[in-house]
């Protein structure tokens, strides 16, 4: 899954999460897509631990210079569709900081509603965070 990115970020750290993304989609149970406009990568989108027939976890990152303008809401639909068909899912879900309202709004007008808050869920730097888990269901 790709890191929280700092934008911008140095050419070379972009090169290496576009080629780890490329990477990981050789391997089961995962399938990444890059965000281009105007053929330059702005960010990323994926699915983990798919299980057919069954369900997905939903990941995106976005440059700061492209948020707020419904391009990433847009991708999580086109790729929560995507995942329903190709997979037979009958659920996808994400989860983000509680701290992340931008996030969770995003993901409301994609479809998914928010199912649970999960105490100290996320380790980052040695500090632990709460997050909250949202699902789209089929």
């Not at 080629?19 to 897509?33: A, C, P, S, V, W």
């Not at 281009?36 to 440059?63: F, R």
């Not at 999580?76 to 569709?81: E, F, Q, T, Y």
Request: hydrophobic content about 40%.
């Amino acid at each position: 899954m790709i890191p929280e990115v700092k934008y911008p970020c140095k050419l070379s750290i972009a090169k290496n999460i576009l080629n780890d993304l490329i990477e990981e989609n050789k391997r089961d149970g995962k399938e990444n897509f890059i965000i281009d406009i105007d053929k330059q990568a702005v960010g990323a989108i994926g699915l983990t631990k798919i299980i057919k027939g069954h369900k997905a976890e939903i990941w995106s990152w976005l440059g700061e210079k492209y948020r707020r303008k419904e391009i990433i809401t847009k991708a999580h639909k086109l790729i929560s569709d995507y995942a329903f068909k190709k997979y037979k899912l009958k659920r996808i879900y994400g989860n983000l900081l509680t701290k992340n309202i931008g996030s969770a709004k995003m993901l409301e007008k994609s479809g998914f509603k928010k199912e649970a808050l999960l105490k100290k869920n996320a380790k980052i730097n040695g500090k632990f965070y709460d997050e909250f888990i949202y699902a789209k269901l089929k």
